[in-house]
């Protein structure tokens, strides 16, 4: 009898808190590292979204006034979720002091949701009171009352990323500057100061991927040192972009006509990559262009 395949697990970020604490932050945040985030959502249908069979990462948002919104349940409808194998179940609760509280509510000029027509103070307090348990219970605990709007999605980039479910897309390229710079690059290399194999006898219909192209890129002394450098380069900044929630970083190498020299860094420069724990992705964008003269010159660059 054939084992039947491990059903994924499915995960779900409970996101809760004092109203004005940052909440939508943190869900627009949480959506943009790859979590599926809904806000306000009825809390009667939890337990729907935890029996799917599917196994994907959700980040749910409620507060106060979530219709259903009673804590002491949420708490053990939750520990009930921990009983399945299947289903991890985290919940960050978002605070903030009071004063600063009264001030974003004024500042903004809403009306706090529990305060009807007394002072928003007085709202903030019986919020407080009401999501006391949820907030002692709450397995990550975020105080933002000295956060700026960056402060926090920081915060929850450090938090959350190393367990988020979309990891950066790094895409590595080769081009000709003949034909225009890539407008989506990030990182733009020049590969021009290397020696063309264009002009060397018997390369010239040849590209970046042939072996006998690649020795002879490899046989020019500054390019080892130049390649060097610009590997220990990209290793520092890409788990930099990563922290900073770059979804999306385009590494581009560029020669004349995009056939040699920066298609054979760009594959070289994947291979160091993935051996670095990254997945890059590759892309020639000139590859299959004619390496006519009058791309390449009449003379040797």
């Known amino acids: 009898m054939e084992d039947t395949p491990a059903r994924p697990r499915q995960r779900i970020l409970l ?33 729907r979204m935890a029996e799917q069979d599917e196994g994907y990462s959700l980040a749910i948002g409620f507060d106060c006034r979530t219709r259903g919104f009673i804590p002491d349940d949420i708490i053990a409808q939750v520990k ?10 985290t919940t960050l609760f978002l ?13 903004t000029r809403r009306r706090h949701f529990l305060a009807q027509d007394l002072p928003v103070s007085s709202g903030i307090a019986a919020e407080r ?11 990550v ?9 960056n402060d926090l999605k920081q915060t929850i980039r450090q938090q959350f990323a190393q367990t988020a479910p979309r990891e950066m897309t790094v895409t590595v390229s080769s ?27 018997g390369l010239k219909e040849q590209t970046g991927l042939d072996d006998p192209v690649g020795a002879f890129i490899e046989n020019n002394a500054v390019f080892t040192s130049s390649f060097a450098k610009i590997r220990a380069l990209l290793l520092e900044l890409l788990p930099r972009y990563a922290a900073q929630g770059k979804t ?51 003379q040797h660059p």
Not at 175 to 201: I, K, Q
């Open 15 to 47: 996101v809760t808190g004092m109203l004005g604490a940052g909440k939508s932050t943190a869900l627009r945040e949480l959506e943009d590292l790859g979590w599926e985030a809904i806000d306000n959502f009825p809390i009667r249908l939890l337990d």
């Open 80 to 89: 009930r979720w921990t009983d399945q194998h299947d289903i991890a179940v």
């Open 95 to 107: 605070d903030c002091a009071g004063h600063e509280l009264e001030r974003r509510f004024n500042e």
């Open 129 to 139: 009171e009401l999501l006391s348990p949820l907030r002692r219970w709450a397995d």
């Open 141 to 149: 605990l975020i105080d933002t009352t000295d956060f700026s709007v």
């Open 175 to 201: 081009f000709g500057f003949s034909r225009g710079t890539p407008p989506n690059a990030d990182l733009v290399f020049d590969m021009r100061y290397l020696d063309n194999p264009h002009w060397e006898p």
């Open 248 to 298: 999306y970083v385009n590494i581009a190498f560029g020669c004349t006509g995009g056939r040699h020299r920066s298609v054979y860094t760009a594959e070289k420069m994947a291979k160091v990559l993935r051996e670095s724990g990254f997945s890059p992705t590759v892309l020639h964008r000139n590859l299959g262009s004619r390496a006519a003269e009058l791309v390449e010159g009449s």
